[in-house]
């Protein structure tokens, strides 16, 4: 069964601290892996999307990791800052049809504090 | 930011009552979606489209339906909302990936749903 599983289900950190997300897939035939940030109440926007042959991607303070042989991946988000306070949430695609079929995972809420 | 607009961001109304949610987005893409989002939950697709006169269910069961008469704009209809519909309902429009294989989704910002 294809799915997405997240870890942790939420997390506290200090303004300032770095903290990793972690991401484990069993969908298969894997195509790209998307991670999201959601801030309460709105749509989730796009931070990173890597294919197979990417195993690590930035942006800005956020960097991506991708293990495609185990299946992982992390979101390592440096120097946090208040507004980093959201949902992250790990999309994983597969190759299926031209559409793409995506696999959700349930997220980790990320809270920061001053 | 996405130019993709969702209204109203907010509804709550009572149960029996026909209700229309819209999204609108003007990247001209012609893949567009609908999701539905319980807190601490996944995403689950529950309409999408190809274009201009097509739509398809998605993975949820979902007793809304949906319309596409124009490539901007997608809305999504309850004929008779029950408090099981409530939920944040999601909007995506989406382009190909550049480089690579897949689409790249556009969120709007959602309409939560109240059925009392």
């Known amino acids: 069964k294809n799915q997405v599983e997240q870890s942790p289900q939420s997390l506290i950190i200090l303004e300032g601290k770095n903290c990793t997300l972690q991401?484990?897939?069993?969908?298969?035939?894997?195509?790209?892996l998307r991670w999201y940030k959601q801030d309460t109440g709105r749509g989730p926007v796009s931070l990173t999307i890597?294919?197979?042959?990417?195993n690590t991607k930035s942006n800005g303070r956020y960097t991506a990791t991708l293990d495609a042989d185990t299946k992982q991946s992390s979101l390592h988000i440096t120097a946090s800052q208040l507004s980093d306070s959201a949902s992250y949430i790990c999309?994983?695609?597969?190759?299926?049809?031209?559409?793409?079929?995506?696999?959700f995972g349930r997220g980790t809420q990320l809270t920061v504090w001053p | 930011e996405a130019d993709i607009y969702q209204t109203p961001r907010y509804l709550v109304i009572g149960t029996g009552k026909k209700i229309t949610l819209e999204c609108s987005q003007t990247?001209?893409?012609?893949?567009m979606y609908w999701y539905q989002q319980d807190p601490g939950m996944e995403l689950h697709l529950i309409h999408y489209?190809?274009?201009?006169?097509?739509?398809e269910k998605g993975d949820l069961s979902s007793e809304s339906t949906v319309s596409r008469i124009r490539t901007e704009h997608f809305p999504l209809t309850l004929e008779s909302a029950r408090p099981s519909h409530t939920s944040q309902y999601l909007c995506?429009?989406?382009?190909?990936?550049?480089?690579?294989?897949?689409?790249?989704?556009?969120f709007g910002s959602g309409t939560q749903l109240s059925v009392l």
């Open positions: 995506a429009s989406s382009e190909r990936i550049s480089g690579g294989e897949g689409e790249k989704l556009f």
């Open positions: 990247m001209g893409h012609d893949k």
């Open positions: 489209s190809y274009g201009v006169n097509s739509t």
């Open positions: 999309v994983v695609s597969d190759r299926g049809s031209t559409l793409g079929r995506l696999y």
């Open positions: 890597m294919t197979f042959s990417e």
């Open positions: 991401c484990n897939y069993t969908v298969s035939p894997f195509s790209n």
